[in-house]
């Protein structure tokens, strides 16, 4: 049976990105992306729903987005689900998250826009010298148990 894991998500970030550097000299840019859901309800009211969700970026594209996205600023971000699983080291407990890895995104809007593209889908003032970066999954770190050695 085949599988798909691909993720195509549209909203604003919630937080500055943070920019840190691994001990092996990758780069990973940490973020939260808030997107937002508008639907009726049984009683025919309008209703509005927010999902909150950790995105991770690699390589060149995490310094892409660090250095050109703040709070607020709508993004478009393809990636894949990832499961994480640990022990609290202070209670004991159990923790897990699901989080998206990032493997390609698209700036929507201007530098300071927050109103989305204009007619033909990009804007006049987005930055010229960082187009879209598109690269390959991140490396698998040692620790990681990845199952991706089907070359599909």
Same mark, same amino acid.
């Given at each position: 049976?085949?599988?798909?894991?691909?993720?195509?998500?549209?909203?604003?970030?919630?937080?500055?990105?943070?920019?840190?550097?691994?001990?092996?000299?990758?780069?990973?840019?940490?973020?939260?992306?808030?997107?937002?859901?508008?639907?009726?309800?049984?009683?025919?009211?309008?209703?509005?729903?927010?999902?909150?969700?950790?995105?991770?970026?690699?390589?060149?594209?995490?310094?892409?987005?660090?250095?050109?996205?703040?709070?607020?600023?709508?993004?478009?971000?393809?990636?894949?689900?990832?499961?994480? @699983?640990?022990?609290?080291?202070?209670t004991g407990q159990k923790?897990?998250?699901?989080?998206?890895?990032?493997?390609?995104?698209?700036?929507?809007? &201007?530098?300071?826009?927050?109103? &989305?593209?204009?007619?033909?889908?990009?804007?006049?003032?987005?930055?010229?010298?960082?187009?879209?970066?598109?690269? @390959?999954?991140?490396?698998?770190?040692?620790?990681?148990?990845?199952?991706?050695?089907?070359?599909?």
């Amino acid at each position: 049976m085949a599988n798909l894991n691909r993720v195509l998500l549209i909203g604003n970030l919630t937080r500055d990105p943070e920019l840190r550097v691994t001990p092996k000299g990758s780069s990973i840019c940490q973020f939260g992306l808030a997107v937002n859901r508008t639907f009726k309800d049984a009683a025919g009211q309008q209703r509005e729903e927010t999902t909150f969700v950790d995105i991770e970026a690699w390589g060149r594209q995490g310094e892409v987005i660090s250095k050109y996205c703040t709070k607020g600023r709508p993004l478009f971000v393809e990636g894949r689900l990832r499961f994480d @699983s640990w022990e609290d080291k202070s209670t004991g407990q159990k923790r897990s998250r699901l989080s998206v890895v990032l493997e390609n995104f698209q700036f929507i809007g &201007g530098r300071g826009d927050e109103q &989305g593209p204009g007619p033909g889908g990009e804007s006049d003032t987005a930055p010229r010298s960082a187009p879209p970066v598109r690269q @390959s999954s991140p490396p698998p770190a040692a620790d990681d148990n990845l199952d991706e050695d089907v070359p599909f």
